[in-house]
């Protein structure tokens, strides 16, 4: 009977609930969050740079057949690195000089491609799929060409020298039947001579159908028999940032911020009771003021030993140091009010709404996927999570990239705003939701 009063009272209720919940909610999250990839790669941006003026051909087939929504065109391949570098595109596709002269001749061309490694791992996966389909398409195809053209080029060769001695063989006809209307009576001769003039015509048009025809039947025939030759396309990868190899160290940007958020929303939790405890005490604003002093003090000494040791695992260089620390410590100063937010509302209880938080900021954080491929919800709150700054800080602290500046005036805007928001809920509340959980079991 105990075991039945004990299994019917809040706690276990509250469990049930509470683990239904998460098992639901978690799950929707990260189903419909990454249901955005790969389907939505072709929402990246690309760009085909065309140094050859006999290429235009093959940069608008390019453009046609590649299956991305937005493909920038330019000459300027020093432009298009530096729009790579800011992860304003993701792939260039470079047709150099003498690209479409050497690919006509019996010579490998080569097509350059440039990829970043300074982003997701299911960009870099993409792009250089993308990469490799291309070269491999145009190759199949320039090499057919030639193929075709091997075994199309001594019969075509054989027709031209057929219709020259046709043309010949016309051209003594046609002299001869002048010189007959000339011996003809002179009343007769102008219908004489519209009559040949007719019949030559005639004889070209039906010369030069059957020339026609005889040209078709034979490319087509060699199209039947062509074969692929060796390379006629070769594909040259280039790395921007290149990564050492590992998919951890694709991810280490993503599981920095991750590890110091989740760390960050514990310690809220610890110092909310210590703020509590103290508002009873000293009042609830100098409580306030010292918790903000302590989130500081905090934030500079962890982050300065967590910045290191990952430092060191990811083989950053030392130079980066400080801009690691700054986004790092920023980071924790605005995750602290982030997620403290949800404490000064409802008490332990906003734990539970900061892990439902933790999820979304997961996927809308961009460290799976970037923001132009996410779906419409994710793309609109990135802009107002701390993860998202973070680990597009740590991007360019790990592997290079644009400047932290973006990152870093993120960070610090969540910082002042929720900052003022924790202000004004302690202003409003004049005493704190602490729960004693033996009340609610």
Not at 162 to 176: D, H, M, V
Request: a positive charge; one cysteine or more; aromatic letters at 10%.
């Amino acid at each position: 009977m105990k075991f039945k009063k004990f299994i019917t009272s809040r706690g276990p209720l509250l469990a049930t609930l509470v683990t239904l919940l998460y098992g639901i909610l978690v799950f929707a999250i990260y189903f419909f969050g990454y249901h955005a990839m790969p389907t939505n790669v072709d929402k990246l941006p690309i760009t085909i740079v065309n140094q050859d003026t006999h290429s235009k051909t093959i940069a608008r087939q390019l453009k046609k057949n590649l299956p991305f929504d937005t493909i920038n065109e330019t000459k300027n391949l020093s432009q298009a690195k530096t729009d790579l570098d800011q992860r304003t595109t993701y792939l260039i596709i470079d047709i150099p000089r003498d690209f479409a002269k050497k690919a006509s001749q019996n010579r490998s061309a080569q097509l350059h491609f440039y990829i970043n490694d300074s982003n997701q791992s299911t960009v870099t996966a993409a792009m250089k799929s993308t990469a490799q389909s291309v070269a491999a398409s145009l190759n199949k195809k320039i090499s057919t060409q030639k193929a075709v053209i091997q075994i199309a080029a001594p019969k075509l060769k054989t027709l031209k020298r057929n219709l020259l001695k046709q043309e010949q063989q016309a051209q003594l006809e046609i002299a001869q039947a002048k010189q007959q209307i000339a011996t003809s009576p002179a009343a007769m001769q102008p219908k004489l001579t519209a009559q040949l003039k007719q019949k030559v015509a005639g004889q070209k048009l039906a010369t030069r159908k059957k020339a026609q025809q005889q040209e078709k039947q034979i490319i087509a025939q060699a199209k039947a028999q062509a074969k692929p030759t060796k390379e006629a396309v070769s594909e040259q990868l280039h790395r921007q940032h290149k990564l050492p190899t590992g998919i951890n160290y694709a991810m280490a940007p993503f599981f920095a911020i991750l590890a110091l958020y989740l760390g960050t929303m514990m310690a809220s939790l610890t110092l909310y009771g210590t703020y509590a405890k103290f508002a009873k005490e000293i009042g609830r604003f100098k409580s306030f003021i010292n918790l903000e002093i302590t989130y500081i003090l905090v934030a500079a000494f962890s982050t300065l030993i967590t910045s290191f040791i990952t430092m060191k695992f990811v083989n950053v260089p030392t130079t980066n140091f400080m801009n690691l620390w700054l986004v790092h410590f920023l980071l924790v100063c605005a995750s602290f009010n982030f997620t403290g937010i949800f404490y000064f509302l409802l008490g332990q209880i906003g734990a539970v709404i900061n892990v439902i938080i933790t999820m979304l900021q997961i996927v809308a954080g961009a460290g799976m996927m970037p923001v132009v491929t996410m779906n419409p919800f994710f793309k609109a709150i990135h802009y107002i999570i701390p993860l998202y700054y973070g680990i597009l800080g740590d991007y360019t602290n790990f592997y290079g990239g644009p400047s932290i500046t973006t990152a870093v005036l993120g960070l610090a805007a969540i910082y002042i705003i929720t900052l003022l928001i924790s202000l004004i809920i302690v202003t409003i509340m004049k005493k704190q939701p602490m729960l004693k959980f033996e009340e609610i079991s």
